[in-house]
């Protein structure tokens, strides 16, 4: 039987199981005497190793398999796992993820097992003989504590038979199938096959006793759909009735029963917990993220066309039009809102993976080093949290590399030995900010103008007078490094202007703090989604722009406001500071004879920026697309939007519109003068825009 349409399904479930067993690992090195953490590593393990085995992928069941038995010693030592075997066990991960990945391009584990096997079984203690009944497999039925506790919680006990067609090819593969189906309608309590038995299940009736709230119908709906399933019988057990002793159908074939040896008090609480969440778990669906980026490409197909329905209504005399129009709009405002929500996930899917970078860095380094991370709820749109895991671990790498001390220095500086990284997460408007602090030895300005001027990016003058800010500006340089020497870990001068590039391509901004001695922070500030912004629709030079509503301040009239000049540009001069001013149609590339009289105030990067335009068109939801750099041009612009009339408009990049007042872009830098605002104008105006 052809075993590829479960292919994504094994592939999405393998990289999740992947990451979860890398936390756990991590978290246990932490914290060993964490029983559920335990108990999850068990059951991730188990769920990986049936799953490889049953779509043929032999040698990762088998490296699986033997890594089980390395952790029932978890069950045996109260310490723990050695650090040695903890670094074999995270080894035995990586060889996984590399498995998983050649299945995906290639269809072939490419995995050899043998070595690792040699290093587990080093650390595995001998089986004594009730250790060797117990992980047999064959049957694990529900005890009388389990049905007790889950009915005492409200919730019923369910008996489903299912009978596979004669002619299935693989059971084992539609067991697994059922069970899945199963779960997502209550917690299993007992199952013939047994969890540990599934692999090797080679009949055609698969019993369940299964803790639901839901009908008998719907369970049996579930398990109809699986392929192969010739009947589904689901019957509720009766209040008095007790626990089963044996198979209940004709299942002659099924291998000899085994009474389950986990502790009942145990497993009456688990139970009756899941069958809580059972209910919930229903209503979780995997969809596959090309169908989501479908579904959100038609609704920016439909946001357009509600725009030009909108705006060819206008001025039409009509109650009953206006009224069609303003509920056609409520109900695509409120589909626009869901389909957004349903492209959001967690930031955790990025934070996962970072105890493993932490760990394995500070052991390289000889750093002890404590990981907080905050707001690991906090969501964001799919497409931004797949490209946001470069960035962050560029920023993770410099940290640990540059910002925290070894610990002997951390101690003579009066801190102390554990250094602190926190990676966090929050919502701030309309964007997500993510920040990457560590409470390290900061940004020495002297150290950095140093390594400039050695780099040949900046003169002995400008070295001289170089500030933080100037310094930070330079981490940002293609190129530049301040590590003395290159490593496997950082020294290549990739980095921080790669972060700034990619974020940029998001449609976001990359800013840096830092206290000499005291801290540094990176926060990479992005918008919740991509796809559909609100922007302020604006006219320059007879063309139209839009400014990301979420970078707009405010709008006013030249004519109402005080406009100066230093070292030859102009500035407004308002109430609350000092802006520099730019014009519309030189800024873009375009001619414009007309007088100036409206100004938008954005914010770029660290600073403000007033924008004269001709025309305050109005607030738009536009769906954003790429442009091509020969479109762009080199223009302070990130992409491109349909408008109802068919004009497209370009979305303003307000981070490079702030580089131009320095004659940089994309972060890079032409001189030193630029770099530490030595040179006249270029200080000024960065100094202006405060």
Not at 407 to 422: D, N, S, W
Not at 487 to 505: F, L, N, Q
Request: proline fraction near 5%; charged fraction near 25%; glycine fraction near 8%.
């Amino acid at each position: 039987m052809d075993t590829s349409e479960y292919m994504p399904m094994f592939l999405a479930e393998a990289q999740e199981h992947l990451q979860e067993l890398n936390l756990a690992v991590v978290q246990l090195e932490e914290d060993p005497s964490n029983q559920e953490t335990v108990d999850g590593i068990f059951r991730i393990a188990h769920s990986l190793k049936g799953m490889s085995a049953t779509m043929g992928f032999s040698h990762i069941a088998e490296l699986t398999h033997v890594m089980e038995d390395v952790f029932e010693l978890l069950r045996q030592r109260a310490g723990g796992l050695s650090r040695e075997a903890i670094t074999t066990v995270l080894a035995c991960l990586d060889t996984l993820q590399a498995a998983v990945e050649s299945i995906e391009s290639t269809g072939q584990e490419n995995l050899d097992p043998a070595p690792l096997i040699e290093q587990l079984q080093a650390l595995i203690r001998e089986r004594t003989p009730e250790q060797v009944v117990e992980r047999a497999g064959g049957a694990e039925l529900p005890n009388q504590e389990v049905i007790d506790a889950a009915r005492a919680s409200g919730v019923r006990i369910l008996h489903v038979v299912v009978k596979l067609d004669e002619e299935v090819m693989m059971p084992a593969v539609r067991a697994h199938m059922v069970f899945a189906a199963l779960n997502d309608h209550g917690e299993t309590i007992g199952s013939i096959p047994s969890p540990d038995g599934i692999e090797q299940f080679q009949g055609h009736v698969i019993e369940a006793w299964l803790a639901s709230e839901n009908e008998e119908s719907a369970v049996a709906s579930a398990a109809t759909r699986v392929s192969d399933v010739a009947s589904v019988e689901v019957t509720e057990m009766g209040a008095g009735e007790p626990a089963p002793e044996g198979p209940l159908s004709p299942a002659a074939e099924q291998p000899e029963t085994i009474a389950s040896t986990e502790p009942a008090a145990a497993k009456a609480g688990a139970s009756a917990a899941a069958a809580g969440a059972g209910h919930s778990a229903a209503r979780t669906v995997r969809v596959d993220a090309e169908r989501l980026d479908t579904l959100m490409h038609l609704m920016g197909e439909l946001v357009i066309h509600r725009t030009a329905v909108e705006a060819y209504t206008a001025n039409i005399n009509s109650p009953e039009l206006q009224h069609a129009v303003q509920n056609l709009t409520r109900s695509s405002q409120s589909l626009q809102s869901m389909v957004m929500q349903v492209r959001m996930i967690p930031v955790d899917v990025v934070f996962m993976r970072f105890p493993r970078l932490v760990r394995d860095l500070s052991t390289k380094l000889a750093k002890d080093v404590e990981l907080d991370l905050v707001g690991r709820e906090t969501e964001l749109d799919r497409t931004v949290v797949d490209s946001l895991g470069d960035p962050l671990v560029h920023l993770v790498r410099n940290s640990l590399d540059h910002g925290l001390e070894p610990p002997e220095v951390r101690v003579a500086a009066g801190k102390p030995r554990t250094g602190t990284l926190t990676i966090g997460a929050r919502h701030a408007g309309g964007s997500v900010v993510i920040e990457v602090r560590d409470d390290g030895r900061g940004i020495d300005p002297a150290a950095v103008g140093r390594k400039a001027v050695k780099s040949g990016l900046i003169d002995e003058e400008a070295a001289a007078h170089l500030d933080m800010k100037g310094a930070i500006e330079l981490l940002f340089a293609p190129g530049f490094s301040t590590a003395e020497t290159t490593s496997d870990i950082s020294g290549r001068g990739v980095g921080m202007d790669a972060v700034r590039a990619k974020i940029r391509e998001l449609g976001g901004e990359v800013i840096m703090e830092s206290v000499q001695g005291q801290y540094t922070s990176s926060q990479i500030r992005l918008p919740l989604t991509l796809a559909i912004v609100s922007a302020l629709q604006v006219d320059i030079a007879g063309a139209p722009f839009a400014l990301p509503i979420d970078r707009v301040e405010r709008t006013l009239r030249l004519s109402d406001s005080a406009v100066r000049s230093i070292a030859g540009r102009r500035v407004l001069s308002l109430e609350d500071g000092v802006l520099p001013l730019l014009e519309g149609a030189p800024t873009f590339g375009r001619r414009s004879t007309a007088e100036h009289d409206l100004v938008v105030i954005v914010r770029g990067q660290d600073k403000r920026i007033g924008l004269t335009v001709d025309e305050l068109v109005g607030q738009r939801e536009l769906v954003t697309r790429p442009l091509p750099p020969i479109v762009s041009d080199g223009q302070p612009v990130s992409g491109g939007a349909v408008l109802a009339d068919g004009q497209i408009a370009l979305i303003v990049d307000c981070d490079a519109l702030a580089a131009t007042l320095s004659g940089r872009q994309g972060g890079a830098k032409r001189g030193g003068d630029e770099a530490t605002g030595s040179d006249s104008s270029g200080s000024a105006l960065v100094a202006a825009g405060q």
